[in-house]
């Protein structure tokens, strides 16, 4: 499926922090997605729970109160309808090399917050929607 068809495709975004959430869903919505906002991992499992064929894509906060995103992550891989959703994971902290595994062999990709490029996330979407 190419980018110009994601006018129906929606992105579940799940990260506590208010900026940062506002800030990759009006950048989603500049690129055509409709986006559903999450501010913990509980948010996230009603939501997906409600909409499991909807959401075509996770943003996810690696480090969240309430539920973290590794057990998002962990609960989505578990539910037969939920793990064919490519994850994004984002994180603000530098991650041991023992993670960084981790989330290579867990989500489709991975951000650093702070270190934003527009080109690489809109290639990132490409490859994964």
């Known amino acids: 499926m190419s980018i110009s068809d994601k006018e129906t495709k929606t992105v579940l975004i799940c990260d506590d922090d208010d900026l940062l959430r506002e800030f990759y869903s009006r950048v989603l919505k500049t690129q055509g997605f409709c986006t559903l906002s999450a501010t913990n991992g509980d948010e996230a499992i009603a939501i997906l729970e409600a909409n499991p064929d909807k959401v075509a894509l996770a943003i996810v906060d690696l480090l969240m109160p309430v539920r973290t995103g590794w057990e998002l992550i962990e609960y989505m891989k578990n539910k037969e ?5 490519p994850v994004i994971a984002i994180t603000g902290l530098a991650t041991s090399f023992d993670e960084f595994e981790k989330v290579k062999a867990t989500c489709n990709a991975v951000l650093h917050k ?3 490029d527009l080109e690489q996330f ?3 979407l490409k490859e994964l929607i």
Do not use: A, M, N, R
């Open 81 to 85: 309808e939920l793990k064919h959703i």
């Open 122 to 124: 809109t290639t990132i």
């Open 114 to 116: 702070g270190d934003f």
